[in-house]
C-alpha cells in the first residue's frame, strides 16, 4: 500500500512537472506573437488593430525619465540609438545631448552651450558607432566619447547639413538637404580629412535631388534618400553613383511648379501649393537575417485644414518592390532606426491634451517587426 502510494504521488509529481514545462514552452512560443501592451490612447491602439498593424509589428513605449518635459517636441533628426540600445537626444537650443538607456533611465548630459571646443552651438544630427559619439552642429562636427569625454571637432563645410551617418572603416558621410550648391555629400575620414564631395546638380535637374528630407545607409554603405518634389526613393552608392530609383507607385505627391512658389508675391499661395498632396517624410533601414527592408513614412497633406490628413509606411525590398503599405496614427512620427527597429513620437490629439499635459516625462514608441515575420509573409 505505501509503495503504490509512493508511486502515485511520484506520478503526480512528474505529471505536474510536465504541466509546468509545457506551459512554460507554449509562453515562450507565444511570445514574438503577443502585442506589448501599453496604456495608449484609443486612437492609437484602434488604428493599429484597424490596420492590422499589430499583426506585423509590436509596439512598446519608452518613458524619458528626464524633468524637462519639452524634450518632446525637439526629437526629430536629433536622435540616435546605440549598440548597446542606449538612447542618444540632442537638445539643439540648449547645446547639449541627454543620454538614457533602452528603458528610458538617464544616464548622462553630454556638452554646453557654446562654441567653443567641447561646446555645442547647434546639434542637427547624432550617430554613436564604436563607442564615440558624432554630433553635426553648426558648421561642425564634434566627436565624445560615450562617457562623454571631449575628443576633438573640425569644420565640415560653409553650409547648412541635417544629416550625418557613420558607416565601415570609421568614415563620416554630411549629408545636405537642400540643392542650394552643386553638392549632395561629403564623405570625411576617421581623422577629419574629407575624402571625395559629389552630387552633381544641372540647373534644370536640381528639382529632382531639391529638398531631400531624410537618408538611410545600409550594411553595404549604400544610400537611400527621399525628397519633397519627387515621387522616388534614390539609391546611391559610396562614390555617388546612382543604383536605382523606385517608388512612383505612392501617389499623388506634392505637384507644383517649382518656378511659380519661387517667384510668388502671395505667401499663401506659396503655402497651398507646398502643402498640395503626399510628400515623403522619412526613409529607413532596417536589416533581417536573410534580407533587408527599405521604409518610407509618407504623408497626405489637407492645404485647407493645414493638417495632416493621412500618415502612411510603406515597406519596399532591395529591389524597390512595394510589399505592403501599412496606415498609421496621424499624429505618430517615425525619427529614427537603428536597422533593427523604428522609434517614433507620438502626439496626443486634442481632445486628450490633457493626458499629455499631466504626463511629465516625453515618450518615444518603439515599433519591431515580429521575429515570425518574413518578407514574402508581408506581400498583400
Known sequence: MIKTFKQMAGFMRLSILIIVLVCMLEACGSKENKVIENNFP???????????????????????????SSIISRISTSICIDEHKRIYVGQSNLGYILVFDEKGKFIRRIGRKG????????????????????????LYISIFTDSGEFVKRFQYGNEFAPHIRIISNGRMIVFYTYAMTNKMCDVFDSGGQILQSWGEFEKESRTSYGGRVSL??????????????????????????????????????????????MNANNPEDVFYRTLEGTVMEGVYYLKFKNYGLIIVESVKIDPVEMKVETRNLHIFNHEGKVIKNLAIPNNLNIVFSDNKDLYGTFQYSKASKELFEDNKNPMLIKISFRDSISQYSLIN
Open 115 to 138: 562654441k567653443g571646443p567641447g561646446e555645442l552651438f547647434e546639434v542637427n544630427s547624432i550617430d554613436v558607432k564604436n563607442g564615440k559619439i558624432y554630433v553635426l552642429g553648426d
Open 216 to 261: 538611410a545607409v545600409d550594411e553595404l554603405d549604400n544610400i537611400y534618400t527621399i525628397n519633397f518634389y519627387d515621387p522616388s526613393v534614390f539609391k546611391f552608392n559610396i562614390n555617388g553613383e546612382l543604383l536605382s530609383r523606385f517608388s512612383k507607385d505612392i501617389k499623388p505627391f506634392v505637384d507644383h511648379d517649382i518656378s511659380r512658389i
Open 42 to 68: 484609443s486612437e492609437l491602439d484602434s488604428l493599429f488593430k484597424l490596420t492590422r498593424f499589430d499583426e506585423i509589428f509590436s509596439i512598446e513605449e519608452i518613458e524619458l525619465q528626464y524633468s524637462d
